[in-house]
């Protein structure tokens, strides 16, 4: 089992490398994180919502997306308060001491789960969640320890050395750590290292003396791995406003008048900004976020992501100025036959009239949207959890072309009421799912493409075809050549990532520990 010494230490990679490693071996592997704490979901083949990153490790275990492998996921609505999702499905929206009282229930949820995942898995590779030693969580501790202790696991302590501090953290949680539970660390992990590893031995030797743990790796910081992230905090130092993401296939080698100008909207309660991943492994793209008004610029194309509270967005929208800037922006873009502004999901539901939450699900009460589209949204009690294919029409790409994706959402956006009865400035649907159903909307300019659009699907960029087609579309309208384009995959990153551990971790050590005989 991966813990950290702090959050975003690099764990839940390190777990999906070990996966990785391991089902390269032949063997049976499964991950399991007990609770995750994201705004990243996804949406498993039977329609039930878990956490972003035991998706990847299950991909690098060669195994569908299972809720078991993430029983609890907790989706912050506020700085007090969570929609409760336990395997797949939402329970309510609980402040913390409700969920304190929740938590009984939801460790027996916890071990049921992992006790029908494991049987008949060769291993099984845990994550924790924060730091075990954070003392003032621990007796309701069920993701780390507990969960060690239950699993009967190894632990391996991941301290985050580009963070600093990490030689005071590791020894410092092993001292606020019980006697059983240091019992259970076998050794250490320092992430995301770079530089001269040799410089790095007298340290390494005096905390291992002083805490009799031997160091099992020092693994690089690993740049540019196109990989989805689990939660915001590595996304939002990845893309920083003005510079372009660290992912985009020629990176910095690309001159940015040959780029396109990509803008992801920052939102307060962003969620599944994974949505962009797809974007970022192509080259010609330059990635930058926007987080007030002037910060928007002239881009070819504008991302309005999704969003936890989609109503206190619409107002962060407001605030800093955004919404002004976005109008105008769409304004000149039918106007003039240049740019796109898209919205998914949330973002969609804040491009229309407004949006009203009269349940209470996540900010309750309503409030007006950008006025762009003529589409109103209400957040109902059933939340929609789906994976869907549709075709999105000519309008958005030139041709009409398959996406896949999932749904998450509680909202149901449709024609305002005032389009109802005008009938005017057709909501014209862009994409439809399998069935022929509207999933997206737009309005297009007098050339007949959409500038303004948005969808319910999350995902809408990974279809390669699409996104190639989307991208060169808007390369032709700035007098770019286009491009051939990159196959968005996780395969090979899977692989490269397991590489690259593989050359830092002693995995002959770590096989040792799970009791394996290999070498
Ligand atoms: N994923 C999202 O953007 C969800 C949008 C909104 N919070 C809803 O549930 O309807």
């Known amino acids: 089992m991966f813990q950290g010494t702090c959050s975003n230490a690099g764990k839940s990679l390190l777990t999906a490398a070990v996966c990785r490693l391991l089902a390269r071996r032949g063997l049976s592997v499964a991950p399991f994180k007990a609770q995750n704490m994201a705004l990243n979901s996804f949406v498993t083949e039977q329609g039930e919502e878990m956490g972003r990153a035991q998706v990847l490790q299950a991909a690098a275990c060669g195994l569908p997306a299972d809720v078991r492998m993430n029983p ?22 609980m402040r913390v001491g409700e969920y304190l009282r929740y938590k009984a229930e939801a460790w027996k949820a916890v071990r049921r789960a992992y006790d029908e995942l494991s049987t008949g898995m060769d291993v099984m590779v845990l994550e924790g969640a924060g730091s075990p030693a954070e003392i003032n969580l621990r007796a309701h501790d069920i993701v780390n320890m507990r969960m060690a202790r239950h699993a009967g696991a190894h632990v391996l302590l991941v301290a985050d050395i580009d963070r600093g501090g990490a030689f005071a953290a590791l020894v410092g949680t092993m001292s606020l ?16 290292f770079r530089g001269d590893a040799s410089l790095l031995d007298p340290a390494l030797a005096a905390v291992s003396r002083r805490t009799r743990r031997p160091f099992l790796g020092v693994v690089p910081m690993l ?31 690309a001159r940015a008048e040959d780029c396109l100008d990509i803008v992801l909207v920052d939102l307060p309660h962003i969620s599944n900004f994974t949505d962009l991943d797809a974007l ?15 910060e928007l610029g002239a881009p070819d194309l504008v991302i309005l992501p999704g969003s936890k509270n989609s109503i206190a967005d619409m107002r962060f929208l407001r605030q800093s100025g955004l919404a002004g800037a976005l109008r105008g922006y769409a304004q000149r873009a039918l106007k003039e036959g240049r740019g ?10 804040m491009l229309g009239q407004d949006i009203a939450d009269p349940l209470n699900l996540e900010e309750g009460g309503s409030e007006p949207g950008l006025g762009l589209l003529p589409l109103t949204t209400e957040l109902g009690c059933v939340k ?42 057709a909501l014209t649907p862009l994409l439809t799912d399998h069935t022929g159903q509207a999933l997206g909307w737009g309005l297009a ?18 279809a390669d075809a699409f996104r190639h087609a989307l991208l060169n579309r808007l390369r032709r309208e700035r007098g770019l050549a286009p491009l051939a384009g990159a196959a968005y995959g996780l395969g090979p990153e899977l692989d490269r990532l397991a590489d690259a551990v593989e050359a830092g971790l002693d995995m002959t050590a770590v096989y040792r520990l799970l009791g394996l005989n290999i070498q």
């Not at 019980?178 to 995301?192: E, F, H, I, S, T």
């Not at 970022?280 to 002037?294: K, N, S, T, Y």
């Open 72 to 93: 609890v996921l907790l989706k912050p609505t506020s700085h007090t308060g969570s929609q409760v999702i336990m395997l797949g499905r939402p329970v309510g929206r």
């Open 177 to 192: 750590l019980g006697r059983a539970d240091r019992a259970r660390v076998a050794g250490y992990v320092l992430n995301k």
């Open 223 to 253: 740049e540019d791995l196109r990989l989805p992230e689990e939660d915001s905090v590595s996304f939002k130092l990845g893309i920083t406003p003005g510079l372009s993401a660290p992912h985009a296939a020629d990176g910095d080698a």
């Open 280 to 294: 970022r492994v192509e080259a010609g793209v330059r990635l930058r976020v926007a987080r007030r008004g002037d």
């Open 340 to 349: 796109v502004l898209a919205g998914i999901c949330g973002g969609l539901q």
């Open 384 to 425: 929609c959890l789906r994976r869907t294919s549709g075709r999105a029409l000519a309008a958005l790409a030139g041709e009409e072309l398959a996406v896949t994706g999932y749904e998450i959402h509680h909202g149901r956006s449709g024609p305002s009421a005032a389009e109802v009865e005008t009938k005017a400035a």
């Open 445 to 462: 300019g007098a050339d007949g493409a959409a500038r303004v659009w948005g969808t319910y699907l999350h995902g809408v960029f990974d």
